[in-house]
C-alpha cells in the first residue's frame, strides 16, 4: 500500500500549529505517511473565511493561555506563553516570516523543518544561523521574500488551504482513498490516525511501541 500524504498547513503565529508540527515531525517515522509542510498566511485565511483570533475574546484569551500551558506540557513542546504574548505576537505579524520560509521551501526545502521551529521558538518561548542556514544562505533569503515569486507562492498555499476548507491553523490535509480529509487543531491527530488507518501512541509515541 503506498504512503499517505499528509500535508500540514501552518503559520509560525499559532501555538497549536507548533504542537501539531512536532507531534507529526515524530509520526512521520511511525506512521505510513509522507508528510508535506504547506507554510501559509494565517492572517489572509482569517480574512477570506470571516474568521478572527480567538484571541481576542478576552474570557477565551484567558482560557487559551491555560490551555497551551497544559497542551504544552502534555505534547512535550517548549510552549511559553502567557496574555502578554498573545498581543505581542498579534501586533507584530508574521507575513514577513513567512515569506522568509517559503522562500526556503523554494530553493532549500531540507531546512523547512528547523527553519520552522526556530520561528516558533523565537515567537513563543538568531533564528536562521540556528536553524542551520549560512549567513550567505540567510541573506539571500532575504532578498527574495519582497520577490512576486515567493508573495504568490505563499499567497498560493494560503488559497489550496482555503479550499480545501481550512478557516484556522493548522489545518491538516490527509489524502486518502482517493479524497482530502480535512483535520482542524492540535488535538485531532488522534482521528486522523484512525482515519488513515494507523496506531495512534500518544503525542510523544515511542518508535519501539
Known sequence: MGRTVVELFYDVVSPYSWLAFEVLCRYQHIWNIDLRFRPAFLG????????????????????????????????????????????????????????????????????????SREFWLRFWSQVARQAGLSSELAQKTLEMISSPAVKNRLKETTEEAIKYGAFGMPAVVAHFNGEPHLFFGSDRLELLGSVIGEKWLGPVPSPKM
Open 44 to 115: 489572509g485565511i482569517m480574512q477570506a473565511t470571516g474568521n478572527k483570533p480567538p484571541a481576542m475574546l478576552p474570557k477565551r484569551a484567558e482560557y487559551l493561555v491555560k490551555d497551551i500551558k497544559r497542551m504544552a506540557k502534555y505534547y512535550q513542546v517548549p510552549v511559553h506563553i502567557s496574555g502578554d504574548d498573545f498581543k505581542r505576537v498579534l501586533g507584530t505579524g508574521t507575513l514577513g516570516a513567512m515569506r522568509f520560509i517559503t522562500a526556503i521551501d523554494t530553493t532549500q526545502p531540507q531546512y523547512v523543518e528547523s527553519l
